[in-house]
């Protein structure tokens, strides 16, 4: 399956996976998820800045998955799109993931609630977090 496959798997059905890309020479990992929720975080941080005058935030937490609500949403703009570009696959060049880790040493991750990564940015990609250690193998050390 195409990185491109499972970018559409998001935007079209709201189907997340865990995915870990390698951008850069940097790993980063992360669940796909459908670009408005960043868009939507986005606009709500900038709002929060404004309020706040300026004063650096404080973005934390895990960003759960798709509510009833999203997915309808997708689901929804996925079919609007059908209808009004008939024969014309929606033109995807970025993967949106959630709860992203961009790994800078061994030791070190930076953690953010999304990223935006350009699908032309990523060199490999696997489906599959390979940054947690698998449980199975923790009983053969």
Do not use: H
Request: with cysteine; charged share 25%; net charge neutral.
């Amino acid at each position: 399956m195409s990185l491109g496959a499972i970018v559409a798997l998001a935007e079209r059905n709201g189907v997340e996976l865990p995915v870990t890309l390698i951008v850069s020479g940097k790993v980063v990992t992360g669940i796909t998820t459908p670009k408005f929720r960043f868009d939507e975080w986005f606009v709500e941080i900038m709002r929060r800045a404004e309020l706040n005058r300026g004063k650096p935030l404080a973005i934390t937490g895990e960003m759960p998955e798709l509510s009833p609500a999203q997915l309808e949403k997708v689901r929804s703009q996925a079919a609007q799109w059908d209808r009004d570009n008939p024969g014309v696959p929606m033109d995807l060049k970025v993967v949106c993931l959630r709860n992203a880790e961009v790994v800078v040493s061994a030791n070190s991750a930076n953690r953010l609630p999304f990223l935006d990564v350009r699908l032309d940015q990523v060199s490999a990609y696997t489906i599959g977090d390979i940054s947690r250690r698998n449980p199975l193998l923790a009983e053969q050390d």
